[in-house]
Protein backbone atom coordinates (compact mmCIF):
# COMPACT_ATOMS: atom_id res chain seq x y z
CA UNK A 1 0.00 0.00 0.00
CA UNK A 2 1.45 3.49 -0.59
CA UNK A 3 -0.31 6.97 -0.44
CA UNK A 4 0.61 9.72 -3.58
CA UNK A 5 1.55 13.83 -2.95
CA UNK A 6 2.40 14.58 -6.59
CA UNK A 7 -0.43 14.04 -8.86
CA UNK A 8 0.74 12.29 -11.93
CA UNK A 9 -0.62 13.63 -15.35
CA UNK A 10 1.89 14.72 -17.15
CA UNK A 11 1.23 12.52 -21.13
CA UNK A 12 4.95 13.55 -22.03
CA UNK A 13 7.89 14.62 -20.05
CA UNK A 14 9.78 17.45 -21.15
CA UNK A 15 12.40 16.71 -23.26
CA UNK A 16 11.85 12.93 -23.90
CA UNK A 17 9.50 10.33 -25.22
CA UNK A 18 5.99 9.28 -24.77
CA UNK A 19 5.80 8.54 -20.81
CA UNK A 20 4.69 5.17 -19.77
CA UNK A 21 3.82 4.15 -15.82
CA UNK A 22 6.56 2.79 -13.71
CA UNK A 23 5.71 1.22 -10.59
CA UNK A 24 7.78 0.10 -7.60
CA UNK A 25 6.87 -3.15 -5.79
CA UNK A 26 8.18 -4.16 -2.52
CA UNK A 27 8.51 -7.58 -0.78
CA UNK A 28 9.84 -7.98 2.77
CA UNK A 29 12.10 -10.91 3.51
CA UNK A 30 14.01 -12.25 6.04
CA UNK A 31 17.49 -13.24 4.73
CA UNK A 32 17.29 -14.89 1.70
CA UNK A 33 13.49 -16.11 2.98
CA UNK A 34 10.25 -14.42 2.19
CA UNK A 35 9.22 -12.38 5.63
CA UNK A 36 5.89 -13.63 7.17
CA UNK A 37 4.35 -10.99 10.28
CA UNK A 38 3.54 -14.39 11.95
CA UNK A 39 6.98 -15.74 11.89
CA UNK A 40 9.23 -13.42 14.36
CA UNK A 41 12.36 -12.28 13.46
CA UNK A 42 15.13 -13.47 15.19
CA UNK A 43 17.80 -10.43 15.78
CA UNK A 44 20.84 -11.87 18.11
CA UNK A 45 18.69 -14.90 19.84
CA UNK A 46 16.13 -12.28 20.24
CA UNK A 47 12.13 -12.43 18.70
CA UNK A 48 11.14 -9.36 17.08
CA UNK A 49 6.92 -9.08 16.06
CA UNK A 50 7.23 -7.04 13.26
CA UNK A 51 3.91 -4.67 13.78
CA UNK A 52 4.75 -2.16 10.49
CA UNK A 53 7.11 -1.10 8.27
CA UNK A 54 6.65 2.52 6.62
CA UNK A 55 8.69 4.89 4.79
CA UNK A 56 8.49 7.73 1.98
CA UNK A 57 10.18 6.79 -1.15
CA UNK A 58 11.24 10.27 -3.08
CA UNK A 59 13.69 11.53 -5.68
CA UNK A 60 12.97 8.48 -7.75
CA UNK A 61 15.13 8.12 -11.50
CA UNK A 62 16.35 5.58 -13.85
CA UNK A 63 19.86 5.60 -14.92
CA UNK A 64 21.09 5.47 -18.50
CA UNK A 65 23.68 3.74 -19.35
CA UNK A 66 26.14 6.45 -19.66
CA UNK A 67 25.44 7.20 -15.92
CA UNK A 68 22.94 10.04 -16.62
CA UNK A 69 19.60 10.21 -14.63
CA UNK A 70 16.35 10.71 -15.57
CA UNK A 71 14.19 11.70 -12.10
CA UNK A 72 10.92 10.57 -11.74
CA UNK A 73 8.08 12.64 -10.22
CA UNK A 74 6.44 11.47 -7.47
CA UNK A 75 6.48 11.05 -3.46
CA UNK A 76 4.67 8.74 -1.69
CA UNK A 77 4.00 6.46 1.98
CA UNK A 78 4.95 2.91 1.78
CA UNK A 79 2.81 1.16 4.20
CA UNK A 80 3.25 -2.85 4.88
CA UNK A 81 1.47 -3.70 8.43
CA UNK A 82 0.59 -6.58 10.25
CA UNK A 83 -2.69 -7.86 8.13
CA UNK A 84 -1.52 -7.19 5.04
CA UNK A 85 0.44 -9.21 2.97
CA UNK A 86 4.06 -8.75 2.99
CA UNK A 87 5.40 -9.57 -0.57
CA UNK A 88 4.77 -7.51 -3.97
CA UNK A 89 3.11 -4.33 -2.50
CA UNK A 90 2.83 -1.71 -4.78
CA UNK A 91 5.22 1.18 -3.18
CA UNK A 92 5.59 4.13 -6.00
CA UNK A 93 4.12 4.53 -9.54
CA UNK A 94 5.04 7.51 -11.52
CA UNK A 95 5.86 8.05 -15.18
CA UNK A 96 9.08 7.44 -16.58
CA UNK A 97 10.27 7.99 -20.63
CA UNK A 98 10.02 4.95 -22.56
CA UNK A 99 13.56 3.45 -23.41
CA UNK A 100 16.47 1.26 -21.92
CA UNK A 101 17.95 1.95 -18.58
CA UNK A 102 20.75 0.80 -16.36
CA UNK A 103 18.98 0.98 -13.44
CA UNK A 104 17.61 2.61 -10.52
CA UNK A 105 17.59 4.86 -7.79
CA UNK A 106 15.38 6.52 -5.26
CA UNK A 107 15.96 8.02 -1.76
CA UNK A 108 14.42 6.59 1.63
CA UNK A 109 12.86 9.45 3.02
CA UNK A 110 11.59 13.56 2.52
CA UNK A 111 13.20 15.68 0.31
CA UNK A 112 14.90 18.78 2.81
CA UNK A 113 12.35 21.78 0.74
CA UNK A 114 9.98 20.07 2.16
CA UNK A 115 10.80 18.01 5.49
CA UNK A 116 10.79 21.27 7.57
CA UNK A 117 6.74 22.30 6.09
CA UNK A 118 4.00 22.77 8.72
CA UNK A 119 2.58 19.05 9.02
CA UNK A 120 -0.86 20.79 10.25
CA UNK A 121 -1.28 21.94 7.27
CA UNK A 122 0.36 19.36 4.64
CA UNK A 123 -1.69 16.84 2.49
CA UNK A 124 -1.53 13.29 2.71
CA UNK A 125 0.95 11.55 2.93
CA UNK A 126 3.00 14.01 4.31
CA UNK A 127 -0.30 15.19 6.96
CA UNK A 128 0.24 15.19 10.27
CA UNK A 129 -1.97 12.30 10.43
CA UNK A 130 0.12 10.10 9.06
CA UNK A 131 2.23 10.05 12.27
CA UNK A 132 5.44 10.06 10.46
CA UNK A 133 6.29 13.86 11.97
CA UNK A 134 8.96 14.56 14.95
CA UNK A 135 7.33 17.67 16.46
CA UNK A 136 10.27 17.56 18.87
CA UNK A 137 12.67 17.63 15.78
CA UNK A 138 11.23 19.48 13.33
CA UNK A 139 10.48 16.94 10.20
CA UNK A 140 9.71 14.06 9.12
CA UNK A 141 10.23 10.03 10.37
CA UNK A 142 11.81 8.90 7.08
CA UNK A 143 11.82 5.06 8.08
CA UNK A 144 9.97 3.27 10.65
CA UNK A 145 9.79 0.08 12.26
CA UNK A 146 7.37 -1.14 14.76
CA UNK A 147 7.26 -4.35 16.79
CA UNK A 148 7.95 -5.68 20.18
CA UNK A 149 10.41 -8.42 21.72
CA UNK A 150 8.82 -10.06 25.30
CA UNK A 151 6.42 -7.66 25.09
CA UNK A 152 8.54 -4.75 25.21
CA UNK A 153 7.59 -1.99 22.73
CA UNK A 154 10.63 -1.53 19.67
CA UNK A 155 10.31 1.63 17.89
CA UNK A 156 13.09 2.00 15.08
CA UNK A 157 13.05 5.65 13.46
CA UNK A 158 15.39 7.24 10.98
CA UNK A 159 14.93 11.11 10.19
CA UNK A 160 16.64 13.93 9.91
CA UNK A 161 18.47 16.10 6.41
CA UNK A 162 21.52 13.96 6.86
CA UNK A 163 19.62 10.45 7.37
CA UNK A 164 18.05 10.13 4.00
CA UNK A 165 18.66 7.21 3.04
CA UNK A 166 20.33 6.56 -1.08
CA UNK A 167 19.26 3.46 -2.35
CA UNK A 168 21.25 2.74 -5.89
CA UNK A 169 20.14 -0.17 -7.48
CA UNK A 170 22.38 0.62 -10.76
CA UNK A 171 25.72 -0.89 -11.38
CA UNK A 172 26.83 -0.05 -14.86
CA UNK A 173 29.04 -2.72 -14.65
CA UNK A 174 26.71 -5.53 -15.33
CA UNK A 175 25.15 -5.65 -18.42
CA UNK A 176 22.22 -8.05 -16.73
CA UNK A 177 20.98 -5.14 -14.81
CA UNK A 178 18.90 -3.99 -18.03
CA UNK A 179 15.56 -2.09 -17.39
CA UNK A 180 12.95 -1.34 -20.61
CA UNK A 181 10.42 1.01 -20.11
CA UNK A 182 8.14 -0.29 -23.14
CA UNK A 183 4.80 1.24 -23.85
CA UNK A 184 3.09 -0.45 -21.26
CA UNK A 185 5.26 0.24 -18.55
CA UNK A 186 7.51 -1.03 -16.50
CA UNK A 187 7.36 -2.82 -12.91
CA UNK A 188 10.69 -2.93 -11.05
CA UNK A 189 10.12 -5.75 -8.20
CA UNK A 190 12.24 -5.31 -4.58
CA UNK A 191 13.30 -6.68 -1.47
CA UNK A 192 13.83 -5.36 1.86
CA UNK A 193 15.69 -8.05 3.81
CA UNK A 194 14.66 -6.64 7.54
CA UNK A 195 17.31 -9.17 9.07
CA UNK A 196 20.56 -6.44 7.37
CA UNK A 197 18.21 -3.83 9.31
CA UNK A 198 19.97 -4.86 12.18
CA UNK A 199 23.57 -5.97 11.19
CA UNK A 200 26.25 -5.42 13.36
CA UNK A 201 27.50 -1.67 12.92
CA UNK A 202 31.97 -1.37 12.24
CA UNK A 203 32.26 -1.80 15.85
CA UNK A 204 31.23 -4.64 15.98
CA UNK A 205 28.45 -4.49 18.72
CA UNK A 206 25.08 -6.80 17.72
CA UNK A 207 21.38 -5.32 17.97
CA UNK A 208 20.81 -6.04 21.37
CA UNK A 209 16.79 -5.63 22.50
CA UNK A 210 17.68 -6.09 26.07
CA UNK A 211 18.81 -2.59 26.11
CA UNK A 212 16.91 0.25 25.89
CA UNK A 213 19.00 2.49 23.16
CA UNK A 214 17.78 -0.42 20.59
CA UNK A 215 14.51 -0.70 21.55
CA UNK A 216 13.41 3.15 21.31
CA UNK A 217 15.94 4.57 17.99
CA UNK A 218 15.47 8.05 17.22
CA UNK A 219 19.11 9.45 17.00
CA UNK A 220 22.37 8.93 18.30
CA UNK A 221 24.74 6.06 17.44
CA UNK A 222 22.20 3.48 17.18
CA UNK A 223 20.07 5.31 14.85
CA UNK A 224 23.45 5.92 12.90
CA UNK A 225 24.08 2.50 12.66
CA UNK A 226 20.29 1.93 11.77
CA UNK A 227 20.60 4.12 8.48
CA UNK A 228 23.88 2.75 7.63
CA UNK A 229 21.96 -0.60 7.60
CA UNK A 230 19.09 0.09 5.38
CA UNK A 231 20.82 1.50 2.26
CA UNK A 232 22.07 -2.25 1.97
CA UNK A 233 18.89 -3.72 2.95
CA UNK A 234 16.94 -2.79 -0.13
CA UNK A 235 17.74 -4.90 -3.82
CA UNK A 236 16.31 -5.74 -6.64
CA UNK A 237 13.81 -8.83 -6.63
CA UNK A 238 14.72 -11.42 -9.32
CA UNK A 239 12.58 -11.78 -12.57
CA UNK A 240 9.79 -13.51 -12.07
CA UNK A 241 11.22 -17.40 -13.45
CA UNK A 242 9.46 -17.87 -16.83
CA UNK A 243 7.56 -21.36 -16.80
CA UNK A 244 10.27 -23.93 -18.91
CA UNK A 245 8.31 -25.67 -21.41
CA UNK A 246 8.31 -29.69 -20.27
CA UNK A 247 10.80 -32.21 -20.83
CA UNK A 248 9.19 -34.35 -24.23
CA UNK A 249 8.71 -37.28 -21.59
CA UNK A 250 6.56 -35.22 -19.88
CA UNK A 251 4.64 -34.08 -21.90
CA UNK A 252 1.15 -35.61 -21.69
CA UNK A 253 0.66 -38.59 -24.40
CA UNK A 254 -1.45 -37.58 -27.30
CA UNK A 255 -4.52 -40.60 -28.81
CA UNK A 256 -2.50 -41.21 -32.26
CA UNK A 257 -5.61 -39.70 -34.44
CA UNK A 258 -7.72 -43.02 -35.65
CA UNK A 259 -7.40 -43.76 -39.33
CA UNK A 260 -10.68 -44.93 -39.14
CA UNK A 261 -13.25 -42.13 -40.67
CA UNK A 262 -15.45 -40.34 -38.22
CA UNK A 263 -18.95 -41.74 -37.12
CA UNK A 264 -21.72 -39.08 -37.88
CA UNK A 265 -24.84 -39.28 -36.65
Known amino acids: MFKHL ?13 AAPLTLTLSLTDGAEPFFYHRPLTINGRDLKVQDVRFYVSNVALVRADGTEVPVEGLSLAEL ?5 PQNIQIFSGDAPEGEYRGLRFDVGV ?11 AKAPLSIEEGMYWAWNSGYI ?3 LHGDVGGTKVANHIGGDN ?8 DLQKPGTALT ?8 PLNLDLQKLYAAG ?5 WDFSKPQY ?8 ADQFFANAAGAFSRAPAPEAVAAPAPSALPQVATPSTQPMMRH
Open 6 to 18: IPLSALVLSGAGL
Open 81 to 85: KKGTP
Open 111 to 121: PRELNHLDATT
Open 142 to 144: FFS
Open 163 to 170: HRVTVNLA
Open 181 to 188: VGTDGLNV
Open 202 to 206: TGGEA
Open 215 to 222: QQVHFGAV
